[in-house]
């Protein structure tokens, strides 16, 4: 990640959302919160899934390392983002915005094919029940777990190898809050055609592969319930992968909307109206998702609470 002998730029300006100061403490405000109810919300849901034996299944096993690629994903990015809304500075190094660059690229892929072992985890629950708890072991798990975290290092691998080429000779301003790659390749005094290409592919590779995977699940999903008479079964066998659906829905929208088009088509307003809801409301949001709607981790909080008051 060291600095090409082309490039005179020794660090980079975050611009942030606005040049209005007046704002700056607004959404200081506004971003702590979120933060804090994420930091809340997805260090508890790990606890109470680690704590409670009866949520050690298949389906929060995924749902407890969501939590943490959720609360590694915010805290990539909202720290340093508080802090340049409240300097005037706002200036990040060149290795630690390739560093933030790195680790947000690796947490989305990652978290793009955990979500697709959800599906199919969801899948096989609805679809073969009573086969589940043979198809779906702890070994499975695991190495569907694995498989999502190699993928991810691959693709920011890949991501950082060839952001690495570019040359980096004028401005240093990138008029985001904080360093996404569109925003990057737009500073280049190079040709970016190349790079962008390599990072369409693989970051189109990703989304697609996760997205059929996904699509597949729950085209068999839908499927299974339709064929299923009584209603409260269609809701019953609904309700196991509502939530889950919602989330993804949500991630893959913003992504697909920020990340497969041209940098041609970056459009400085909606791509950071965006990126603040992909990166740090959806962290936010998750835990909630699958927590209000889900008797089982409400269950599992009463019992936990239980537990701590009478310790006997």
Not at 71 to 79: A, D, Q
Not at 209 to 216: D, R
Not at 264 to 273: A, C, F, M, T
Request: proline fraction near 3%; glycine fraction near 4%; hydrophobic fraction near 45%.
């Amino acid at each position: 990640m060291s600095r090409s002998n082309n490039t005179n730029v020794s660090d980079f300006i975050l611009m942030g959302l606005t040049d209005s100061e007046e704002i700056w403490l607004v959404l200081f405000a506004l971003f702590l919160l979120i933060y804090l109810v994420t930091l809340l919300g997805n260090t508890g849901m790990i606890l109470i899934i680690r704590l409670d034996l009866q949520l050690h299944t298949p389906m929060y096993f995924f749902l407890s390392h969501l939590s943490f690629l959720d609360l590694s994903y915010s805290t990539v990015i909202t720290p340093k983002t508080l802090e340049n809304l409240l300097t005037s500075t706002k200036d990040i190094s060149f290795r630690g915005c390739f560093t933030q660059m790195y680790f947000f690229v690796f947490l989305g892929g990652t978290e793009c094919f955990l979500l697709s072992s959800m599906a199919y985890d969801r899948y096989v629950a609805i679809c073969n029940p009573l086969q589940y708890p043979v198809i779906m072991s702890m070994t499975l798990c695991r190495s569907l777990i694995t498989a999502s975290y190699v993928i991810g290092f691959i693709d920011s691998f890949v991501n950082i190898l060839c952001m690495n080429t570019l040359h980096f000779c004028d401005s240093n301003v990138i008029h985001h809050f904080f360093c996404d790659t569109p925003p990057i390749l737009a500073l280049s005094c190079t040709d970016t055609h190349d790079t962008e290409s390599m990072i369409f592919i693989f970051a189109g590779s990703t989304l697609m592969v996760s997205l059929i995977t996904i699509s597949v699940s729950y085209a068999s999903i839908l499927s299974t319930i339709l064929k299923i008479h009584s209603t409260s079964g269609k809701r019953k066998a609904f309700s196991t992968c509502a939530s889950h659906l919602l989330g993804v829905t949500i991630f893959y929208g913003t992504m697909i909307f920020t990340h497969l088009k041209p940098s041609k088509s970056y459009s400085l307003g909606k791509d950071q109206v965006t990126s603040v809801f992909y990166t740090i409301v959806i962290p936010m949001l998750n835990p909630l998702i699958y927590s209000l709607r889900n008797k089982e981790v409400k269950n599992a909080l009463i019992r936990v609470m239980q537990k701590r008051e009478n310790p006997r």
